[in-house]
């Protein structure tokens, strides 16, 4: 079995998947420019701008955009407002 599997490339279009995801969820529910608490997260807030853009913060005040985070972390932000779509 013959099976090559690129890697850095899936794990390219997971991340854009995961973001798109965030967005989506995001606008759908009006809190665009809204700083959105997460918890039992190693982020502290999560903040979409009306242009799409991601910035988060950690718990230490840091704020940047999502991109200069490690990929782990924007999979547990996912997780964390996939916790808040369950309860809500």
Known sequence: MDLEIDIENELAILWQKIY???????MDKGLTDTPIELQNCCIK???VTSDGT???TDHNGTKDFVENFEDI???EVY???Q?????K
């Open 79 to 81: 997780q964390s407002l």
């Open 45 to 47: 807030s999560l903040l």
């Open 73 to 75: 972390v924007l999979y």
């Open 54 to 56: 991601i910035y988060l």
């Open 20 to 26: 798109n995801s965030i967005l989506q969820f995001i």
């Open 83 to 87: 916790n808040i779509k369950q309860v």
